[in-house]
């Protein structure tokens, strides 16, 4: 069978009843390549991707997506999903509007949107950072044993070493990554989103193995500019995330999004529900 694209898996049509549908395809499973893809759902930030895109291309929004919020309601199936998206209320600067997506039966996520036009004003940019240059670093596929299918779309070229299992462990829980979709195109707002969840869970770099496994429950990805071709032509981002807090069974993650010449470009947090432990 032929391995579905990203630009396929990110197309959306028009269903004719006032929503949208995605193929979910389990080349995007989040099963790790060792296992059958059927054994994962797929993957959480092609979800948000379209869930955003839904929002626009459904809804005729055409200025800057400023902050989405996902809750991951169940595990969609690997067929095809709709994506409902309905305008909370719209304006000439800011818009609001809502997205259900999943199948039929199964309620997959629920998002916000808010879209946002951009003015002339003040500038302050405390993220902003001069990472390891990209250069420095060689590609670094994740390990099958545990790398999902997803990660076939996404080149990892991790800053120090991918610091699984314990290498943080009694240092911050942190870890730093440049990215891009394998299919080398400019970094735009979908592939953004889709990268911010591109990585495990960063307290696997402070835990011993195995890999405590977890499902995200709550996504929220805040986009500081407009991202057009030119903010990262062949695609490039840096990343660094850190875990906030793992206990309870609960996990809180906070990622930073960089573009190529440093400029911050998005914000994301995760929580995490950790799946019980087999003995």
């Given at each position: 069978?032929?391995?579905?694209?990203?630009?396929?898996?990110?197309?959306?049509?028009?269903?004719?009843?006032?929503?949208?549908?995605?193929?979910?395809?389990?080349?995007?499973?989040?099963?790790?390549?060792s296992a059958p893809p059927e054994k994962g759902a797929p993957f959480g930030g092609l979800m948000a991707a379209l869930a955003a895109g839904a929002a626009r291309q459904g809804l005729g929004i055409e200025t800057p997506l400023k902050t989405l919020t996902v809750q991951y309601l169940a595990a969609a199936r690997f067929e095809d999903a709709n994506f409902v998206p309905t305008l909370t209320r719209g304006g000439r600067n800011v818009a609001y509007a809502s997205v259900l997506g999943g199948q039929p039966d199964?309620?997959?996520?629920?998002?916000?949107?808010?879209?946002?036009?951009?003015?002339?004003?003040?500038?302050?940019?405390?993220?902003?950072v001069t990472p390891r240059p990209l250069t420095d670093l060689d590609p670094s596929p994740l390990d099958p044993r545990f790398g999902p299918w997803f990660t076939r779309y996404i080149e990892h070229r991790f800053v120090a070493g991918p610091k699984l299992f314990g290498h943080n462990a009694g240092a911050a829980p942190e870890l730093g990554c440049w990215m891009r979709?394998?299919?080398?195109?400019?970094?735009?707002?979908?592939?953004?989103?889709?990268?911010?969840?591109?990585?495990?869970?960063?307290?696997?770099?402070?835990?011993?193995?195995?890999?405590?496994?977890s499902a995200s429950v709550d996504l929220r990805a805040d986009l500081l500019e407009a991202i057009t071709p030119e903010t990262?032509?062949?695609?490039?981002?840096?990343?660094?995330?850190?875990?906030?807090?793992?206990?309870?069974?609960?996990?809180?993650?906070?990622?930073?999004?960089?573009?190529?010449?440093?400029?911050?470009?998005?914000?994301?947090?995760?929580?995490?529900?950790?799946?019980?432990?087999?003995?």
């Open positions: 069978m032929t391995q579905q694209t990203l630009a396929d898996a990110l197309t959306l049509t028009d269903d004719g009843a006032g929503g949208l549908t995605a193929r979910l395809s389990g080349d995007f499973s989040n099963a790790p390549l199964r309620p997959a996520l629920q998002a916000l949107a808010t879209f946002g036009r951009e003015v002339d004003g003040p500038v302050l940019t405390p993220l902003a979709t394998t299919d080398g195109a400019p970094l735009d707002e979908a592939r953004l989103l889709f990268l911010l969840d591109g990585v495990y869970p960063t307290y696997w770099t402070a835990l011993p193995a195995p890999p405590v496994v990262s032509p062949e695609g490039w981002a840096y990343f660094h995330f850190t875990s906030r807090d793992v206990g309870g069974g609960w996990a809180v993650e906070d990622g930073v999004a960089q573009a190529p010449d440093g400029q911050p470009i998005a914000l994301v947090r995760q929580r995490r529900k950790l799946m019980p432990s087999r003995s």
